[in-house]
């Protein structure tokens, strides 16, 4: 592939270009939907974030032998190796961003290390599909635990129904949970 497309970086605003390098593509507000075909389509993932929560873009691009130049932040120290699986630069530190993506691009042999150091990574973890229905089972089975009211528990079909009128109600849950994938 021409390494013109092989990056994608999802911290700049839509139509927004990179200051540094203009090969580099911004994403935002990418339905869930489509990660995976993005993943696959690109060499190197760009995640400069100044906080993450779960830090999950990357381990989801490690399943498409996508690696990634990550700012260290907390929630990827599990599985993100420095050299091994992809790169760690300060936050904010844009020369060593500029350099890392540069190395990259001059050392096709590191970056192909790279990629299959992600491709092991991710060998050893769940993918995205796994996560997501462990994720769904253990919101329903916290929503089914509550007190419901005056139904029996053997009323499976009504707990169930109960059930998803509550996620339907939270449009975080039912945004995550009632388009996943069908499987």
């Not at 130049?69 to 420095?82: L, W």
């Amino acid at each position: 592939r021409d390494w013109s497309s092989d990056v994608c970086s999802s911290d700049l605003n839509p139509g927004e270009s990179s200051p540094i390098f203009s090969n580099i593509k911004t994403l935002n507000k990418v339905p869930i939907s489509q990660m995976q075909t993005l993943y696959e389509e690109h060499d190197v993932l760009l995640k400069m974030s100044r906080v993450e929560a779960l830090a999950l873009p990357p381990i989801e691009a490690f399943h498409s032998a996508c690696t990634a130049i990550i700012s260290k932040v907390t929630g990827s120290e599990e599985y993100v190796r420095h050299g091994t699986n992809s790169l760690a630069v300060e936050v904010d530190d844009f020369e060593k961003l500029k350099e890392s993506i540069l190395q990259l691009e001059s050392d096709r042999n590191l970056l192909s290390r790279l990629q299959s150091g992600a491709f092991e990574t991710a060998d050893k973890w769940p993918d995205i599909h796994t996560t997501s229905l462990e994720f769904t089972s253990i919101c329903f089975t916290v929503l089914t635990s509550e007190s419901l009211g005056d139904i029996p528990n053997r009323d499976i079909d009504l707990l169930f129904s109960r059930a998803l009128e509550k996620i339907r109600k939270s449009q975080f849950l039912s945004e995550l949970l009632l388009n996943l994938p069908n499987q």
